[in-house]
């Protein structure tokens, strides 16, 4: 079992920053693939960012390139995402997803994860 906790959501202006974090915890001997996803009231769940284990490549969405960075800490098992130039749009419940199982695939889909967070609240005000 692993256990995944996010941190640093919040309530910013347009064109803001804030920056969330991700630990996992409760398994050893792994190196996950980790990825953020977002979800909006009466909206699907959408890929944000993801990056590999070893973090040689890391993805983006389109609606975020440029303004969004993913990164990982020394544990590894830890994930970041500085949000930049954020917009109401954005505006959205973001989970951390860690990917422990089967061949990397696209890091894109939710359903390729294994373990997901709780969630935390990202409001931008217009």
């Known amino acids: 079992q692993v256990q995944l906790v996010e941190s640093g959501g919040g309530l910013v202006q347009d064109g803001g920053s804030l920056s969330l974090s991700c630990a996992a915890s409760?398994?050893?001997?792994?190196?996950?693939?980790m990825g953020w996803f977002r979800q909006a009231p009466g909206k699907v769940r959408e890929f944000v960012a993801a990056i590999t284990w070893n973090s040689d490549r890391q993805l983006y969405a389109d609606s975020v390139k440029g303004r969004f960075t993913i990164s990982k800490g020394d544990a590894s098992n830890t994930v970041y995402l500085q949000m930049d130039s954020l917009k109401p749009e954005d505006t959205a419940v973001y989970y951390c997803a860690a990917k422990y199982w089967g061949p990397t695939g696209t890091m894109t889909l939710a359903n390729e994860y294994d373990y997901w967070g709780q969630g935390t609240q990202v409001t931008v005000s217009s």
């Open positions: 409760g398994r050893t001997g792994s190196r996950p693939a």
